[in-house]
């Protein structure tokens, strides 16, 4: 391999020296390289602030590279004996590494540091089906989440781990799913004394503490005496060149960052909502006080309230959120068993598959528990369909759907043909339906059957005055206007009284922090999106001419309809 890294393409590293202001502790002796009979023979010593000779470092990278490229064609082989023994299409595959290893960079030769080289490492998956086209996430994983990322792509039921399953990675790598990483390692400070070095990565900083540690039995740690500390911001010092731990600037980061490594791991699992406050400029009736949630008697125990412009405590949030997840994941376990099921009776292939939510919920964004609001978190939910022979491959679609347009899609999927729109008065249509099918999506899943998604929300604004919150949902906006409504028995909206507008820029706030419903800047935006609002569904929906490439629909078969984990099976004959 060496032939395909000439020595005059290899470079040095660009930091060959330790960081600014380390502690001595910090900083490895690399005696588990130094004593390979090749150094031996070159008769070289390891010293901090010194470098190796400039012909042996180029020659060390240079047989490190071709080590990693030899390792990479005895991964193709392996890729190539799946193929030819047919298990391709039924084998996870990953690749991942046990530590990093340092060429030079900070004068180090080794592995066993808390550098970024030493303790980021590469972690590859590759799932059939789910992964074909390739996933790239920069956010926080660690090597205890490959163990339930592969149980959970195989699908076995949830298992007691420590770490994570990255799938909901793959739908939205950019979704943090865990606040930093965790490393340690151990070093000899003197002849008596023995420090553990606790580093912790965040999406920005690595922080580490060189602390008192006491080898076995007990293994204990004194986090009183510290031999060092180290802070780096990988901001403006990604190759870790300069150690902020002592400067002013960062008195605030070191202590947060401290108490999270103190925490320990499980406190970074599931991290904090990013936006934990109300929008700027949100009308107060947007504001939902989520009595559905306060009075549930754990919430009770906690004496906690709810009020704009305030939190939970830290722990309450993390401990609820972490809840909420872990349900997510027991209903998908549940999935897991009736797909199972499916195989065992011999149906799976004749089953249409839909796993939807209701609803969506706020686990803290904009400082709200509930369902009970038009933001995107409440309305927007998962929708998920497979129509055997038909999705096989997998197909993802970011176009704008509605839970009404389900219906018209299964059975059409199931041989039915589309349905009849609704009409304004429907009462004396047999069937009908005011959703469309979303099967042109499969054929052409860039190609948008709507142009809004509509949703409302009805909330009481004082002892006297009802609001029922319309709102719509283009592909970078959404608009809601907050008008006054009376109850039954005719239900009646009043357009000419406005209790408040909000207006959200996706393109630019995904988040909903900002409402710029009174912005002069998008005065002409507000005028047309109310306008589609007030003009309703019915004019939001574009003229489909006809369904191609569907030749695997299904002409007879069962249907399985799961919303959520209420499930229902339809025949049709």
């Known amino acids: 391999m060496l032939r395909y890294y000439p020595r005059e393409n290899i470079s040095f590293p660009d930091n060959q020296?330790?960081?600014?202001?380390?502690?001595?502790?910090?900083?490895?002796?690399?005696?588990?390289?130094?004593?390979?009979?090749?150094?031996?023979?070159?008769?070289?010593?390891?010293?901090?602030?010194?470098?190796?000779?400039?012909?042996?470092?180029?020659?060390?990278?240079?047989?490190?590279?071709?080590s990693v490229s030899w390792i990479d064609s005895l991964v193709g082989r392996v890729l190539t004996e799946l193929q030819t023994l047919d298990l391709a299409d039924n084998t996870v595959v990953s690749l991942v590494?046990?530590?990093?290893?340092?060429?030079?960079?900070?004068?180090?030769?080794?592995?066993?540091?808390?550098?970024?080289?030493?303790?980021?490492?590469?972690?590859?998956?590759?799932?059939p089906v789910v992964?074909?086209?390739?996933?790239?996430?920069?956010?926080?994983?660690?090597?205890?989440?490959?163990?339930?990322?592969i149980t959970d792509a195989v699908g076995l039921c949830e298992l007691c781990v420590e770490g994570l399953r990255l799938l909901p990675m793959i739908s939205n790598p950019n979704k943090p799913l865990k606040a930093a990483a965790f490393s340690l390692h151990r070093r000899h400070v003197n002849s008596t004394a023995t420090a553990m070095g606790y580093s912790i990565r965040t999406q920005r900083y690595r922080y580490t503490e060189w602390v008192k540690f006491s080898d076995g039995p007990l293994f204990e740690t004194d986090w009183s005496v510290l031999f060092g500390v180290e802070l780096y911001d990988h901001q403006t010092d990604p190759d870790e060149i300069i150690n902020?731990?002592?400067?002013?600037?960062?008195?605030?980061?070191?202590?947060?960052?401290?108490?999270?490594?103190?925490?320990?791991w499980r406190q970074s699992v599931h991290t904090l909502p990013d936006n934990q406050y109300p929008p700027h400029n949100m009308p107060l009736v947007a504001w939902s006080n989520c009595y559905e949630f306060v009075n549930f008697g754990y919430l009770r125990n906690e004496n906690v309230t709810i009020s704009i412009n305030s939190t939970f405590p830290e722990k309450l949030v993390l401990d609820l959120r972490r809840?909420?997840?872990?349900?997510?994941?027991?209903?998908?376990?549940?999935?897991?068993?009736?797909?199972?099921?499916?195989?065992?009776?011999?149906?799976?292939?004749?089953?249409?598959?839909?796993?939807?939510?209701?609803?969506?919920?706020?686990?803290?964004?904009?400082?709200?528990?509930?369902?009970?609001?038009?933001?995107?978190?409440?309305?927007?939910?998962?929708?998920?369909l497979h129509i055997p022979g038909v999705t096989n491959n997998g197909i993802v679609s970011e176009q704008i759907a509605e839970l009404v347009d389900l219906f018209p899609t299964i059975t059409d999927a199931v041989g039915l043909g589309p349905l009849s729109t609704c009409p304004e008065n429907s009462s004396k249509i047999e069937l009908c339906a005011e959703g469309v099918s979303l099967l042109p999506m499969i054929s052409n899943p860039n190609k948008p059957l709507k142009k809004a998604a509509f949703s409302l929300h009805r909330r009481q604004v004082n002892s006297t005055a009802t609001a029922m919150g319309y709102s719509i949902r283009t592909q970078q906006y959404r608009y809601t206007e907050w008008v006054k409504f009376s109850d039954g028995p005719l239900f009646e909206t009043d357009w000419s009284v406005l209790f408040g507008v909000e207006l959200y820029d996706h393109g630019t706030d995904p988040d909903e922090n900002i409402n710029k419903a009174h912005y002069e800047s998008y005065r002409e935006v507000r005028h047309t999106l109310s306008k589609q609002l007030?003009?309703?569904?019915?004019?939001?929906?574009?003229?489909?001419?006809?369904?191609?490439?569907?030749?695997?629909?299904?002409?007879?078969?069962?249907?399985?309809?799961?919303?959520?984990?209420?499930?229902?099976?339809?025949?049709?004959?």
Not at 38 to 59: A, G, H, M, Q
Not at 542 to 571: C, F, H, P, Q, W
């Open 17 to 66: 020296y330790p960081p600014h202001n380390m502690p001595l502790v910090a900083w490895s002796n690399c005696h588990e390289f130094v004593n390979l009979g090749y150094l031996r023979n070159e008769n070289v010593t390891i010293s901090i602030n010194s470098t190796f000779p400039e012909k042996l470092v180029l020659d060390l990278r240079r047989a490190y590279f071709s």
């Open 97 to 127: 590494g046990d530590h990093g290893w340092q060429l030079g960079e900070h004068g180090e030769w080794c592995k066993s540091t808390n550098f970024e080289l030493s303790t980021r490492v590469p972690m590859m998956l590759h799932i």
């Open 131 to 149: 992964t074909d086209k390739g996933i790239v996430s920069e956010q926080v994983a660690e090597l205890v989440d490959l163990f339930p990322t």
């Open 244 to 264: 902020r731990a002592h400067y002013e600037s960062y008195r605030e980061v070191r202590h947060t960052l401290s108490k999270q490594l103190r925490d320990g």
């Open 323 to 384: 809840a909420y997840f872990s349900s997510v994941s027991w209903v998908d376990s549940l999935v897991g068993r009736v797909l199972t099921e499916l195989q065992t009776l011999g149906l799976a292939d004749n089953t249409v598959v839909s796993l939807v939510g209701d609803h969506g919920w706020q686990l803290g964004e904009h400082g709200e528990w509930c369902k009970s609001t038009n933001f995107e978190l409440s309305t927007r939910v998962p929708m998920m």
């Open 534 to 573: 007030r003009d309703g569904w019915r004019q939001s929906v574009y003229a489909v001419s006809g369904v191609t490439g569907m030749e695997g629909r299904m002409d007879n078969g069962l249907v399985l309809l799961g919303l959520l984990i209420t499930l229902s099976i339809i025949k049709t004959e």
